[in-house]
């Protein structure tokens, strides 16, 4: 055979595979896709379980760039880039060079882009699991669709606390950003929560990983889908906290999704792989939250069913929508878009008589109507609310009248002698009619506001007004806090009952505060609110944190206290930016002067019950100042104990809160004893990423303190090291502090005589011969 027809002939054998291989894995600058041409291939995965390219849901001509499972038969898409602006036919999807993957409409307008961060991109790849990338000639990352999530996440892929949200689609069938929302936020808290739509503000959550924590290095740190099919929340610490139920099917044999719904329930997913050609559904695994119906009750947005919708749970944990007795869908074709009346409102209708025959009342077994039927428009000015509130037929924010000269129809009235006449008469009836139903409207509603509203917002306000006076405290309304804090927009940290806000308020010049927002679900916290207000804002001293003012309104309790700009103490003893010695012994010294006024110089005995580092704040001089009363317990002149559930955070609790015993104020001694020794050393009270020796500091210490070998402790400070004599009296205080039995821990005014050396310390006994197993 002629050698070039063999070799024509060879090149003719390839050909099908070179025109596959452009179409599965590594993509070339210059590749490109078009919408509707069903000759072309998706850009596929090596392995092909994951395809790129455009899909077409619905008998409309428009396309979504997506990334779907190609080899079920479920349509499932994981991922779609241009969901707010649907592509038309003929629209063309390329990979360049110096934008990334670039969609354009037939006529070359831009309708979406990726983008790329570094260099100029070569290739583009569709991997395995499910992640597009592209990617330079050095195969460095550019751009990776898992960087972007939609409402979808896949195994591999994270949310990065504070940062990417998933966001469900409008509808089904509608992949506009949607109501509900996933996310890892500041506090380490992964919540699900509804948004306002035109402005995306944030409602409050109604599913919590209660990962949260004060100290940020046990917090929440990023969401992990890992591969093999786990969902967890990964603290800061390292330690796992898992959202996947204890064991699953192989990862090997089958896929594996959790995904966001419109619904705004959070389903992660299962789906056998070798199901091709049968059609298989996927199988829930775990829904976040247990019932979105009844789950979801903030203060303002709606839940799954919109306005005046009523939900109902099926067996699939999903919502079932359906409108009350004589209200309609408002969109027929949407059935979780809210209700409207058939009927015609009361006192809006001439011919209606507004008594109490021309109205019923109907009875709904079983369910729990929604105090949620508002939106919060934020950031929003005048003319834009007009304009929502023009286009939403509940809207009652405005008095929105229609233009042009309409008129109500009613009755006719008695003929008159004139036209002229007639339209005095006509005048004068509609006045009469419009002033009697006014004045008998507007008594209505005085009673009402006055029983039901009135009373109790001027008792409230009586009471704010009271604690004011007697604390010489600022009562502020929660809108000046609110435009404060910019919209509660930087959190500071988190506090024992709630979150810290930064902000400024204005008295003479600008100053800036800490709004602490108090959770709205704590057992008599309204009670507690009044006696914290009262009794901190008498408070007086160096080392105890300022409240500035307050906030009781409606539902919002707030407190005011100045800001210290350095934070908490926690950010400099376990990090690089650590303070010296002197500054060490001046802050455990502010902290134990605080105490002290606490349990024995205020007119109030305070336990605080929570002394750690998160709650010792700095001064621009490293002044230490007490913070966050809390969880403080307040007891009045004439105790001296009390016996309540435990409080406070681990490692710093005193071993009384385990025993039913009485909680005195040696409960703080003990843990200003932990707090001491973290100072001493710069270590955590628990660090399980240090030796088993180490792990455990009151253990470690007094072990060393035994084996006189106190300078372990301070091995790494030179400054500290040459002070070895204040170290171990300090080392020795704090081991009496946290002696197991309360009795034999010293006051806190005995604590500080000691570490000033004016009262001699004595070798301090085994800090917990109680818990010590003879063998």
């Not at 008129?407 to 009469?432: A, C, H, Q, Y």
Request: charged share 20%; proline share 5%.
């Amino acid at each position: 055979m002629d050698s070039s027809l063999a070799c024509l002939l060879f090149s003719l054998f390839l050909l099908p595979c070179s025109l596959l291989a452009q179409n599965t894995g590594n993509i070339v600058v210059g590749s490109s896709l078009t919408a509707g041409d069903n000759k072309a291939r998706p850009w596929l995965s090596p392995s092909e379980d994951f395809a790129f390219g455009f899909r077409q849901l619905d008998k409309k001509e428009l396309y979504w760039l997506a990334i779907w499972y190609n080899k079920i038969p479920t349509e499932t898409i994981v991922w779609y880039a241009n969901g707010d602006n649907p592509a038309p036919p003929r629209s063309k999807l390329e990979l360049t060079a110096d934008r990334g993957l670039v969609l354009t409409s037939p006529q070359g307008a831009e309708i979406w882009k990726s983008g790329i961060n570094l260099g100029e991109a070569s290739n583009g790849f569709m991997n395995d699991t499910g992640n597009f990338i592209v990617s330079n000639s050095s195969s460095e990352i550019l751009w990776q669709s898992f960087d972007h999530p939609t409402d979808t996440l896949l195994p591999g892929q994270t949310l990065e606390r504070g940062g990417q949200i998933l966001s469900s689609r409008l509808t089904e069938t509608n992949f506009s950003r949607g109501r509900f929302q996933f996310r890892l936020i500041p506090d380490g808290n992964a919540v699900l929560n509804t948004n306002n739509l035109p402005t995306g503000y944030a409602y409050e959550a109604y599913f919590r990983s209660n990962t949260a924590d004060s100290n940020l290095s046990n917090a929440g740190l990023r969401v992990v889908f890992n591969d093999s099919g786990y969902l967890y929340v990964l603290r800061a610490s390292g330690k796992q906290e898992l959202l996947s139920p204890g064991r699953l099917v192989s990862a090997e044999e089958n896929y594996y999704r959790v995904t966001l719904n419109f619904d705004g329930v959070f389903i992660q997913y299962s789906h056998p792989k070798d199901s091709t050609g049968n059609e298989v559904n996927w199988s829930v695994i775990r829904t976040m939250p247990g019932n979105i119906c009844t789950d979801i009750n903030g203060q303002v947005g709606t839940g799954p069913c919109g306005f005046n919708g009523v939900c109902r749970l099926g067996a699939d944990q999903r919502p079932i929508c359906s409108c009350p007795e004589r209200f309609s869908l408002l969109d027929p074709n949407d059935a979780y878009g809210g209700c409207r009346p058939d009927f015609n409102a009361q006192f809006c209708e001439e011919d209606v008589s507004n008594s109490p025959e021309d109205f019923d009342f109907l009875e709904l077994d079983d369910t729990d109507w929604t105090t949620s039927e508002y939106e919060w428009y934020e950031p929003f000015n005048v003319e834009e609310c007009q304009n929502a509130c023009i286009e939403d037929c509940f809207c009652n924010t405005f008095i929105k009248v229609r233009k042009g000269n309409y008129t109500i129809r009613g009755p006719p009235l008695l003929p008159s002698s004139t036209p002229n006449e007639k339209k005095n008469n006509d005048t004068l009836v509609l006045m009469l009619s419009v002033l009697l139903g006014g004045v008998v409207l507007v008594n209505l509603v005085s009673v009402f506001y006055y029983f039901f509203i009135y009373h109790k917002k001027s008792k409230k306000a009586t009471q704010a007004t009271e604690i004011a006076a007697e604390s010489n405290l600022r009562c502020f309304s929660y809108k000046e806090l609110f435009i404060a804090t910019n919209g509660f927009k930087e959190m500071a940290g988190r506090g024992s009952f709630g979150i810290v806000y930064k902000g400024e308020i204005e008295m003479d010049t600008k100053v800036p505060v800490a709004v602490k927002k108090l959770n709205t679900i704590v057992e008599d916290g309204e009670k507690e609110f009044r006696t914290e207000v009262k009794v901190i804002g008498q408070t007086h001293h160096k080392n105890l944190v300022r409240l500035v003012g307050f906030c009781d309104e409606g539902q919002h309790r707030l407190l005011v206290y100045e800001f210290l700009s350095n934070g908490a103490l926690a950010n400099f003893l376990f990090t690089k930016a650590t303070l010296n010695w002197n500054q060490r012994i001046r802050i455990a010294f502010g902290i134990a002067r605080g105490l002290v006024y606490l349990h024995e110089d205020c007119s109030t005995q305070i336990i605080h019950c929570d002394i750690k580092p998160q709650n010792i704040l700095l001064d621009d001089y490293c002044n230490a100042k007490i913070a966050d009363f809390g969880l403080a317990k307040l007891l009045v002149l004439d105790q001296s104990q009390t016996f309540t559930a435990i409080r406070g955070t681990k490692g710093y609790v005193a071993p009384e809160w385990f025993r039913n015993m009485p909680v005195t104020v040696k409960a703080d001694v003990y843990s200003f004893g932990v707090l001491l020794l973290e100072i001493i050393s710069g270590r955590k009270c628990v660090d399980t990423e240090v030796s088993e020796e180490r792990a455990i500091l009151v253990d470690w210490a007094y072990d060393c303190y035994q084996e006189g070998r106190i300078s372990a402790l301070v091995e790494d400070d030179e400054e500290a090291m040459n002070d070895m004599k204040k170290i171990e009296r300090f080392v020795m205080v704090a081991i009496w502090c946290i002696q197991e039995d309360p009795a034999l821990r010293p006051t806190m005014k005995m604590v500080v005589l000691m570490l000033e050396g004016i009262v001699q310390v004595t070798a301090p006994p085994c800090p917990c011969p109680f818990s010590t197993v003879v063998s």
